[in-house]
């Protein structure tokens, strides 16, 4: 794969884009490559015969064999002809061809995906007299833009129950780190996204425009991407993340077209949200400078539940004699949500607590390697609004996401 691998940054993301029966955007996993490979199940080495692995590999990449089998990730690439894996191989190839891609729990399918260029210019006019148009006009700095939209992803099957799973276990890893979510592995059997944590990651992304029937693809190489995730979570649909993403436009090529494969992705996402999948919806107050959750508690009805930057980042750019890129900066962020009354079931009112500090924890999935809990943990309500759901007097709620935020998959 093609891009600058910087510290912190994992160029491990081929992001390829098609239009579906149905008109939407796919991810898709893997590339034919040029030339053949010998891996050993006793030793990290991966050796090529003909390859390009420098312009091919990078850190963070996963390499498979002509079968389709995952033969591991890329830790290094020495040279040409040489890499280097996290662990020892899982299967023996020998003079082989492979392909390469971002690996099971990060190819992903896609809605609405948005792509664009960037470019900012200065001109400057050549007068000669009042009715001179001559103008030379430059351009100073490129870069891209995308977001798309993707289910809430469940943690799946890990290798060892009982334990805290591998970071190549869990679904999105790549994606949220670059969003600014670091992930904690501390508990057994759950992996955290958390924004209590650093994360500095970056990703180098290919963002890939084709057409039916056509074998190449036209292939916008990424670098440094950054980005902000979105919750949307509504009753009676699948929670989904709405990323946005900004990176270095390096180059654009043409390339072989990719092989789609969303395995993992069509059995690893979180069940729908409805009244018989939630486990918790709870409105907390702040005792002190804590708040306590009470497992199982259902104290607020809720139709509606958006959150936009779930980790509270921003990123602007910054052009130096060194580095082109975007730094980090926390800012407030808001979560809205649309409530029931309390005579519907509810019993949290809202106007009895407009001056206190809350947390809100959404947890729903009750199958082991489907669960999913959402915690924000510091709102400031800011706003209370008249507002109905079907036939239900109702509010919206609006709260200033002023702490940390996790995700749990379990």
């Given at each position: 794969m093609a891009g600058i691998v910087k510290f912190h940054q994992k160029a491990i993301a081929?992001?390829?884009?098609?239009?579906?029966?149905?008109?939407?955007?796919?991810?898709?996993?893997?590339?034919?490559?040029?030339?053949?490979?010998?891996?050993?199940?006793?030793?990290?080495?991966?050796?090529?015969?003909?390859?390009?692995?420098?312009?091919q590999l990078a850190?963070?990449?996963?390499?498979?064999?002509?079968?389709?089998?995952?033969?591991?990730?890329?830790?290094s690439v020495t040279d040409d002809l040489h890499a280097v894996l996290t662990a020892n191989a899982k299967v023996a190839v020998t003079?082989?061809?492979?392909a390469t891609g971002l690996g099971p729990k990060n190819a992903l399918a896609v809605l609405n995906l948005n792509f664009s260029t960037e470019l900012t210019s200065e001109a400057f006019q050549f007068t000669g007299?009042?009715?001179?148009?001559?103008e030379e006009t430059v351009i100073t700095d490129k870069f891209a833009k995308f977001d798309f939209e993707t289910f809430m992803p469940s943690l799946g099957t890990i290798g060892t129950p009982g334990a805290?799973?591998?970071?190549?276990?869990?679904?999105?890893?790549?994606?949220?780190?670059?969003?600014?979510?670091?992930?904690?592995?501390?508990?057994?059997?759950?992996?955290?996204?958390?924004?209590?944590?650093?994360?500095?990651?970056?990703?180098?992304?290919?963002?890939?425009?084709?057409?039916?029937?056509?074998?190449?693809?036209?292939?916008?190489?990424?670098t440094d991407n950054r980005g902000t995730v979105d919750l949307d979570s509504t009753v009676?649909?699948?929670?989904?993340?709405?990323?946005?993403?900004?990176?270095?436009l390096v180059n654009v090529t043409q390339k072989v077209k990719l092989n789609p494969d969303f395995g993992d992705q069509k059995v690893e996402h979180a069940p729908s949200i409805k009244s018989t999948t939630i486990t918790q919806s709870e409105l907390a107050l702040y005792s002190g400078t804590t708040v306590t959750f009470t497992p199982a508690t259902k104290n607020v009805c809720f139709d509606k539940l958006q959150s936009s930057n779930m980790s509270g980042f921003e990123y602007s750019r910054y052009l130096t004699g060194c580095l082109d890129g975007w730094s980090k900066g926390a800012t407030p962020t808001d979560v809205t949500m649309t409530i029931l009354e309390d005579e519907a079931g509810a019993s949290y009112n809202p106007d009895n607590h407009l001056e206190d500090l809350h947390g809100l924890r959404l947890?729903?999935?009750?199958?082991?390697?489907?669960?999913?809990?959402i915690t924000f943990n510091k709102m400031q309500l800011s706003n209370v609004a008249n507002s109905t759901v079907a036939a239900y007097t109702g509010q919206d709620l609006t709260f200033r996401n002023v702490g940390t935020t996790d995700i749990i998959l379990s």
């Open positions: 081929i992001f390829g884009v098609a239009q579906t029966a149905e008109g939407q955007s796919a991810v898709l996993s893997t590339s034919q490559t040029t030339g053949a490979i010998t891996t050993l199940v006793s030793s990290t080495a991966v050796t090529g015969i003909g390859t390009t692995f420098l312009s850190p963070g990449a996963y390499i498979y064999n002509n079968s389709g089998a995952e033969v591991g990730q890329i830790a003079a082989a061809t492979f007299d009042e009715l001179s148009r001559d805290p799973p591998l970071a190549s276990e869990v679904p999105l890893v790549d994606w949220m780190g670059a969003c600014g979510f670091a992930l904690d592995l501390t508990a057994n059997d759950q992996a955290k996204f958390t924004n209590g944590l650093t994360s500095n990651e970056y990703l180098t992304i290919e963002i890939r425009r084709t057409s039916p029937d056509i074998a190449t693809q036209k292939v916008f190489t990424t009676g649909t699948r929670a989904k993340l709405k990323f946005s993403f900004q990176g270095n947890g729903f999935g009750s199958v082991i390697g489907k669960k999913v809990e």
